[in-house]
């Protein structure tokens, strides 16, 4: 029977518990709220309806007398069935709201916008410093603009903004790699520096290199006997006598430039001495790229002697200086740079064909 259904809740009389939930008496239900709920709204409803709907008479169980259903029993149960769906309805929404927000609903949050100068400042900081974190960039931009001109971003708004322009950092890395260096006036700073070749007896022969950075200009190439202070300050005094005295000269960190003697001399002098840091060539590079150039066809050119490891190298400088056209001078070769020479107007006397080192190099020379 359907009042079997109220029994694994106490085995209470359903009777009883009607009227002691009409009297106001909770003490009739389960402790659970979901049982009460479901005990109040869906058992002895559903289970006295269907019976009414039947016999309009409620047969006990147990031994008692049969139980009539009143109007003011009927009214008070669909009341107290309207209150609990109201406040389950109360509970459900604020569940919800504590929880997640409300679907459908999405608050108006609005803020103004960044200038396009800050997205551009990420975008430049971060193509700078590619290992950079969006928390890293965020504090540079913030120490360097907060204060000055009263803008600050959030790590969140950095990470949205390298997220969206990953393209355009990508592009200005490249233009940063590629980018052609300041010109620079002639005899301002010369680069110094040694490499070396080994000749068909297997011998190592220093080779120095000086080279004016403005003009590009190689002032001096030549094989050395030793690296002694002495041998290199002896080069170095012979171009200052061709081509006038620099500002300052730039070297690495060997032993050789960082002498005393080496040092002494050039303060004497009035030469600045300008050393690039410990295990960076590149802070050099003027002179590194020189060797790369020279590198890449001496090491297909084999040397017999001393001798002849000199006669190779003062043609390469001859092909260096007047015959090779340079990227970084817009196509010109450091001799017209050095005169102010435009080969792009300027009449030519003659044109030379000039081949050295069994066609490793290879150009036109035009005299003016």
Same mark, same amino acid.
């Given at each position: 029977? #359907?009042?079997q +259904?109220?029994?694994?809740?106490?085995?209470?009389?359903?009777c009883?518990?009607?009227?002691?939930?009409?009297?106001?008496?909770?003490?009739?239900?389960?402790?659970?709220?979901?049982?009460?709920e479901?005990?109040?709204?869906?058992?002895?409803?559903?289970?006295?309806?269907?019976?009414?709907?039947?016999?309009?008479?409620?047969?006990?169980?147990?031994?008692?007398?049969?139980?009539?259903?009143?109007?003011a029993?009927?009214?008070?149960? /669909? @009341? =107290? =069935?309207?209150?609990?769906?109201?406040?389950? =309805?109360?509970?459900?929404?604020?569940?919800?709201?504590?929880?997640? *927000?409300?679907?459908?609903?999405?608050?108006?949050? *609005?803020t103004?916008?960044?200038?396009?100068?800050?997205?551009?400042e990420?975008?430049?900081?971060?193509?700078?410093? #590619?290992? $950079?974190?969006? *928390?890293?960039?965020?504090?540079?931009?913030?120490?360097?603009?907060?204060?000055?001109?009263?803008?600050?971003?959030?790590?969140?708004?950095?990470?949205?903004?390298?997220?969206?322009?990953?393209?355009?950092?990508?592009?200005?890395?490249?233009?940063?790699?590629?980018?052609?260096?300041?010109?620079?006036? +002639?005899?301002?700073?010369?680069?110094?520096? /040694?490499?070396?070749?080994?000749? $068909?007896?297997?011998?190592?022969?220093?080779?120095?290199?000086?080279?004016?950075?403005? !003009?590009?200009?190689?002032?001096? /190439?030549?094989?050395?006997?030793?690296?002694?202070? =002495?041998?290199?300050?002896?080069? /170095?005094?012979?171009?200052?006598?061709?081509?006038?005295?620099?500002r300052?000269?730039?070297?690495?960190?060997?032993?050789?430039?960082?002498? +005393?003697?080496?040092?002494?001399?050039?303060?004497?002098?009035?030469?600045?001495?300008?050393? !690039?840091?410990?295990?960076?060539?590149?802070?050099?590079?003027?002179?590194?790229?020189?060797?790369?150039? @020279?590198k890449?066809?001496?090491?297909?050119?084999?040397?017999? !002697?001393?001798?002849? @490891?000199?006669?190779a190298?003062?043609e390469?400088?001859?092909?260096?200086?007047?015959?090779?056209?340079?990227?970084?001078?817009?196509?010109?070769?450091?001799?017209?740079?050095?005169?102010?020479?435009?080969?792009?107007?300027?009449?030519?006397?003659?044109?030379?064909?000039?081949?050295?080192?069994?066609? @490793?190099?290879?150009?036109?020379?035009?005299?003016?």
């Amino acid at each position: 029977m #359907p009042l079997q +259904r109220l029994e694994p809740y106490g085995s209470k009389d359903p009777c009883t518990v009607l009227r002691g939930l009409c009297a106001g008496n909770r003490a009739w239900l389960p402790d659970q709220p979901a049982a009460r709920e479901w005990l109040l709204c869906g058992t002895l409803f559903k289970t006295r309806l269907a019976c009414l709907y039947d016999s309009f008479i409620v047969t006990r169980t147990c031994q008692a007398a049969p139980f009539f259903w009143s109007g003011a029993d009927m009214v008070w149960l /669909l @009341l =107290w =069935w309207i209150v609990v769906r109201i406040r389950a =309805w109360f509970s459900h929404v604020s569940r919800h709201k504590r929880g997640k *927000r409300i679907r459908g609903f999405t608050p108006a949050i *609005r803020t103004q916008a960044k200038p396009a100068w800050v997205i551009q400042e990420i975008v430049r900081l971060k193509a700078l410093m #590619p290992n $950079a974190g969006c *928390r890293t960039l965020a504090n540079i931009f913030n120490r360097r603009y907060a204060a000055r001109r009263k803008m600050s971003v959030g790590k969140s708004f950095v990470a949205d903004m390298l997220r969206q322009h990953r393209y355009e950092i990508e592009v200005m890395r490249r233009k940063i790699k590629h980018r052609v260096p300041q010109a620079m006036p +002639r005899n301002l700073v010369w680069a110094m520096d /040694l490499t070396g070749k080994g000749d $068909a007896a297997g011998n190592m022969h220093m080779i120095f290199g000086l080279i004016d950075h403005g !003009s590009r200009a190689l002032l001096c /190439l030549a094989a050395l006997p030793d690296k002694c202070s =002495w041998t290199l300050l002896g080069y /170095l005094f012979l171009s200052i006598g061709k081509y006038g005295k620099p500002r300052a000269v730039r070297t690495d960190n060997e032993a050789c430039f960082t002498s +005393r003697v080496f040092r002494f001399v050039l303060m004497l002098a009035g030469i600045r001495h300008q050393r !690039s840091e410990l295990h960076c060539p590149w802070q050099n590079g003027r002179i590194e790229r020189l060797f790369g150039t @020279l590198k890449q066809k001496l090491d297909l050119w084999e040397v017999a !002697s001393f001798e002849a @490891l000199n006669g190779a190298l003062a043609e390469f400088r001859f092909f260096y200086n007047f015959v090779r056209p340079h990227q970084n001078l817009n196509g010109r070769t450091p001799a017209e740079t050095c005169a102010g020479v435009n080969p792009f107007s300027a009449k030519i006397k003659g044109e030379y064909w000039f081949e050295a080192w069994d066609g @490793l190099l290879q150009g036109y020379y035009l005299r003016r």
